[in-house]
């Protein structure tokens, strides 16, 4: 427990107080930024950094030029830290009473400049561990004109305090009967898809990836022709070029891009259905040259009822005659049947679109009916969709017919 003093003491809703010490770390780790108070000249300041606790110390990043580290040379800088986590809204029938869930952190104390170069190196390294744990091997380390440029402040916490609010509404009893709704509205920190820089054509690594269950992971899938990897903002480029042409767009959900960088909004958007666990994309290549060649998915993905479904497919016209499309679904679902222990894998296409039509049919999938008015084409006109369907009892003669196939010497995808 930290002790309590004058300064940590609540002179309002006390109840909401703490002095443990793990719950105070456990905010303090989960925060990736803090507010660091000061005083210039006898007037307030205050400054939004980065910030990394190691063991009972708090490290604040900032320039060597900045005035708080600057005035923390010598006996040290008398600061207070706020690091504040909001969890909800509330919202109650008296506008009195409307609140927010939140857990913060104050700490105050005498910062000090760090000047141990073995220390200020540890620090570094956790500042770039918090931002991306696995980043500090995979990033160059810093040259000795930006260690001298960057400065590093430790506040030894001492006298620390946690203030929290959990909980719903506390509406008083005679507004209980009032015709508003109240509530919570829970709030979550959340990353987005990650977005690279102009010329990164490096996939996104892993410790960059939400962590998902199996049926949401886009592992590597490897065959004779094609091979299936993680679908990435870099493929950008390469798959504008290799699906431009009208006939690959005519019955997808989306208009054709006009170039790389709106098929790269089709790319983000595929991205952010990924990190809400609506969808699993892949990138194909030519397994021999390794020429990006289309784009394939997992969707209406169901782990409970070990189910999912195959589509979000558009493949570049030079490559519809040959044996990548059959071969991309023999990987799609073999992962699904004998990885994933799915027991249901389905189709959906245009009814208009004949041969995607022929195309699932001859992957041994049977026709379940039509779904009509179903989905908006781009030209605002509604969509009657074909669903097709293979279960887990027909995927072993399927596969083998899949099989000979690919083993044919003459095309197989008409």
């Known amino acids: 427990m930290y002790a309590q003093t004058a300064r940590t003491t609540a002179s309002r809703s006390p109840d909401r107080m703490s002095y443990d010490r793990d719950a105070a770390h456990a905010v303090i780790d989960e925060a990736y930024h803090c507010v660091l108070g000061f005083t210039v000249d ?31 040379r010598g006996g040290g800088l008398p600061v207070c830290v706020a ?11 008296s506008q009195f009473h409307h609140s927010a869930n939140y857990r913060s952190v104050i700490a105050h104390g005498t910062a000090y400049l760090v000047t141990d170069p073995g220390e200020r190196a540890a620090v570094f390294t956790a500042l770039v ?9 995979d990033s160059r380390p ?6 001298a440029a960057t400065a590093v402040l430790a506040l030894p916490l001492v006298e620390v305090s946690v203030r929290a609010r959990g909980g719903g509404v506390n509406d008083e009893p005679a507004d209980l009967d009032l015709p508003y709704w109240a509530g919570v509205v829970p709030l979550r920190l959340a990353a987005g898809p990650p977005e690279p820089d102009v010329g990164v054509a490096t996939p996104v690594p892993a410790y960059l990836r939400p962590a998902h269950s199996p049926w949401h ?14 679908l990435d903002l870099s493929h950008a480029d390469e798959l504008f070029a290799a699906t431009a042409d009208p006939e690959v767009w005519r019955h997808l959900g989306g208009r054709q891009p006009a170039d790389a960088a709106q098929l790269a909004a089709v790319i983000r958007a595929y991205l952010s259905a990924w990190h809400r666990g609506e969808q699993v994309p892949w990138v194909q290549r030519c397994a021999v040259t390794g020429a990006v060649l289309g784009t394939t998915s997992y969707y209406e993905i ?6 999912v479904a195959i589509g979000h497919t558009f493949l570049g016209r030079p490559w519809w005659r040959t044996g990548v499309n059959t071969e991309a679904k023999l990987l799609l679902l073999t992962r699904a049947f004998e990885e994933l222990g799915a027991v249901r894998v389905v189709w959906h296409t245009d009814i208009r679109n004949e041969r995607s039509q022929r195309a699932i049919e001859r992957l041994g999938a049977h ?18 969709t074909v669903q097709y ?7 072993p003669n399927a596969q083998v017919r899949l099989w000979e196939r690919l083993r044919a010497p003459a095309p197989v995808d008409r």
Do not use: I
Request: aromatic share 2%.
């Open 302 to 307: 169901d782990p409970e009822r070990r189910s």
């Open 389 to 395: 369907s293979m279960t887990v009892d027909e995927w």
């Open 129 to 137: 561990e918090k931002v991306a744990a696995g980043r500090a091997a």
């Open 42 to 72: 006898g007037e307030p300041r205050l400054l939004p950094t980065l910030h990394v606790r190691v063991g009972d110390t708090l490290y604040l990043h900032g320039s060597t030029g900045s005035r708080p580290l600057l005035a923390a």
């Open 83 to 93: 690091v504040t986590l909001l969890d909800g809204l509330v919202l109650a029938r």
């Open 142 to 147: 810093p040259a000795r004109r930006e260690l």
């Open 217 to 230: 992971e886009p592992v590597v899938l490897r065959g004779g022709q094609v091979l299936l990897e993680p």
């Open 367 to 384: 026709r379940e009916g039509v779904l009509r008015m179903h989905r908006l084409r781009p030209d605002g006109s509604w969509r009657d």
